[in-house]
């Protein structure tokens, strides 16, 4: 769970405004993360560097933390070379390396019919 921001106080406030107005301390069943970008970077390459290698990030507000995400945490980590940049493929099949199936409905090729006389 990250709630992310420019500076870290901001997004530890925007948390503590969040749990002010439910009136209770948020908590999850996730670890809650609260800083910027580069700090939750920072973050996910030490625990690459433990053996990590995928993570769900689940924004705090969708509002604000999914474009701080897409348009903070991304593109720091792309700086970094720990994001792809482009896709390798372009289908999902391609992505997961399959193969095209061959279509169950695709009829056998024939040799044409020549008329004799």
Not at 21 to 36: I, K, M, Q, R
Not at 92 to 105: D, E, Q, V
């Amino acid at each position: 769970m990250v709630f992310l921001d420019e500076e870290a106080t901001a997004a530890a406030d925007r948390k503590a405004r969040l749990a002010e107005l439910a009136g209770y301390e948020y908590t999850s069943d996730a670890t809650v993360f609260t800083g910027t970008p580069a700090q939750l970077a920072d973050l996910l390459r030490d625990w690459q560097a433990c053996g990590l290698s995928g993570f769900r990030l689940r924004p705090g507000a969708i509002s604000h933390d999914l474009a701080a995400i897409t348009r903070g945490l991304v593109p720091e980590l792309q700086r970094r070379g720990a994001f792809r940049e482009a896709y390798e493929a372009s289908t999902l099949r391609g992505l997961l390396g399959l193969t095209r199936p061959a279509s169950r409905y695709a009829t056998p090729r024939r040799p044409p019919v020549r008329n004799r006389i």
